[in-house]
Structure formats: C-alpha cells, structure tokens
C-alpha cells in the first residue's frame, strides 16, 4: 500500500470515528437536558442524572460539554423543547425500530421516512416492529479474575435484577426500566467493574430473525447505518442475528 494510501485511509478512519464521537456526545447531551429538566440537577438527587454522568464521562464526553447540557436542563442556557418519538419498520425480515430526540418532530420523520424510501421500505405501523421486542435495562460486566456467575446473580437479583446471562466475555444483567439505576448502583457498589458507556435501558429483542445471506446482513446493516448517521436518531435496535458464517464474512471484510 502507498503512503498516500494509508494515510487517506487512516484519515477517512479517524474522520469516521471523530464523527461517531460527536454523535455520542449529542445523544448523551439531549438524554441529561431531558432527566435535568424532569428531575433537578443534583446528581445526588437524581439518580438518572448521576448514572448519565458516569455514562458520560465513560465514553470520554468533556466536563464542558456535560456542565452545557445540565444549564439547558436548568434553563441557564437556552434550548429548545425536545420530543421523542418511534419508528418502526421490517427490513429483510429483520424488525428495525429507530428512536429519536428532537426539536422538530416534522423533520426527524420526514428524515426517517426518506432513508426507509431510499432502502426500499415505507415506515410500518406502531406495534409492527416493536412487538418483537421487550424494553428493558440491561448492565454489561466485563469478564474478570474470580468474577463468578454465581456472585453476580447474588448481588444483582438483591439489587432488583430480573436475570443475569453469561457471556463469553462477560456478563449481561437485565432489569426493568425502573429498576436501571438501581441494579447499577449495587453491581457497582459491590466492587464489580461495569462496561457504563455499553449499559443503558432499550429495546431487547424477544424474537430473533436469523440472517444466514451475507449481501442480506449487508443490507441490514447498511440501513441502520443511515438511520444513524440522521442528526435526530438516538438509537436503532434490531433483532438480527446472524450465522457464525456471515459473521465471519463480514469480519473479514472489515
């Protein structure tokens, strides 16, 4: 490879990554101006506040960033009014739902419509999609030295827990919306080392959709791409999953 053409690939690599940051830092941003204004801006008091602090501050968000989300929360700083709202579609047989934050409810669903149009789909009606999912909080444990299954389901069960799963490189903790922050608070009181920036309260699959085409999981993929790359979009849940196969074929071709 030429050096012209590694340094443009590591350039359009960093941009892309730049770009993804900046997106984080957005969402996260709308998420603490909302719980601020619902919920005051002491994080010892709000506990939605503290745990998107935390959340924050694991995905590398500046202080400064975190201090002007909490004034438009307190209304030190102007913004406008933000809405959320759900769309929902199935793409290849695959469920796809997209959920936004936004200060013009018209233009985040013209947006969503343009990309489901561009990929062949037309929005689904509420409940479409979405019934093939179940919201939930879910807590990411890394896998560490003496960390058993056993000792995370005593303490996340005494913590509110519905179930801990087991995974090869950790663990997943699920718990109802409301119970998030408090099953957070015990793991992590217990000394246990949580992926903060990976943990959140979503849609989790109740039905999976196996993918075993790859130009399909390609498809796929490209769509939620789109849909968040659109500067409204908070998260995109699917229920793909995919064979070992196209795994490994999409692994390799990067």
């Known amino acids: 490879m030429s050096g012209h053409s590694h340094w443009a690939t590591?350039?359009?690599?960093?941009?892309?990554?730049?770009?993804?940051?900046?997106?984080?830092?957005?969402?996260?941003?709308?998420?603490?101006?909302?719980?601020?204004?619902?919920?005051?801006?002491?994080?010892?008091n709000n506990?939605?506040?503290?745990?998107?602090?935390?959340?924050?501050?694991?995905?590398?968000?500046?202080?400064?960033?975190?201090?002007?989300?909490?004034?438009?929360?307190?209304?030190?700083?102007?913004?406008?009014?933000?809405?959320?709202?759900?769309?929902?579609?199935?793409?290849?047989?695959?469920?796809?739902v997209v959920t936004v934050l936004t200060d013009n409810k018209n233009r985040a669903a013209a947006e969503v419509s343009n990309v489901f149009k561009k990929n062949g789909l037309e929005l689904a009606?509420?409940?479409s999609a979405s019934r093939l999912f179940d919201r939930l909080g879910q807590i990411i444990i890394p896998a560490a030295e003496g960390l058993t299954e056993d000792k995370v389901m005593e303490?996340?069960?005494?913590?509110?827990?519905?179930?801990?799963?087991?995974?090869?490189?950790?663990?997943?903790?699920?718990?109802?919306?409301?119970?998030f922050t408090a099953v957070l608070e015990a793991v992590k009181n217990a000394g246990i080392a949580v992926d903060e920036e990976?943990?959140?309260?979503?849609?989790?699959?109740?039905?999976?959709?196996?993918?075993?085409?790859?130009?399909?999981?390609?498809?796929?993929n490209k769509f939620v791409d789109m849909l968040e790359d659109l500067e409204d979009t908070q998260d995109v849940f699917t229920n793909m999953e995919t064979t070992d196969e196209v795994d490994a074929a999409l692994e390799a071709e990067g």
Not at 70 to 95: F, M, N, P, R, W
Not at 155 to 179: H, M, S, Y
């Open 198 to 220: 990976n943990s959140n309260i979503g849609l989790v699959p109740n039905m999976m959709a196996t993918v075993s085409d790859l130009a399909q999981a390609k498809a796929v």
């Open 155 to 179: 303490i996340a069960l005494e913590g509110g827990a519905e179930d801990v799963v087991a995974e090869d490189d950790g663990f997943t903790v699920k718990c109802q919306p409301t119970d």
């Open 47 to 96: 506990p939605t506040l503290r745990t998107l602090i935390a959340k924050a501050k694991a995905a590398q968000m500046p202080n400064d960033n975190i201090e002007r989300a909490i004034k438009k929360g307190t209304g030190e700083l102007e913004s406008a009014a933000l809405v959320d709202a759900q769309y929902e579609g199935i793409k290849g047989g695959v469920a796809v």
């Open 125 to 127: 009606k509420p409940g």
């Open 10 to 44: 590591i350039k359009r690599a960093k941009g892309a990554a730049d770009a993804k940051k900046g997106k984080i830092f957005s969402k996260l941003g709308k998420e603490i101006t909302i719980v601020v204004k619902a919920k005051g801006k002491d994080p010892a």
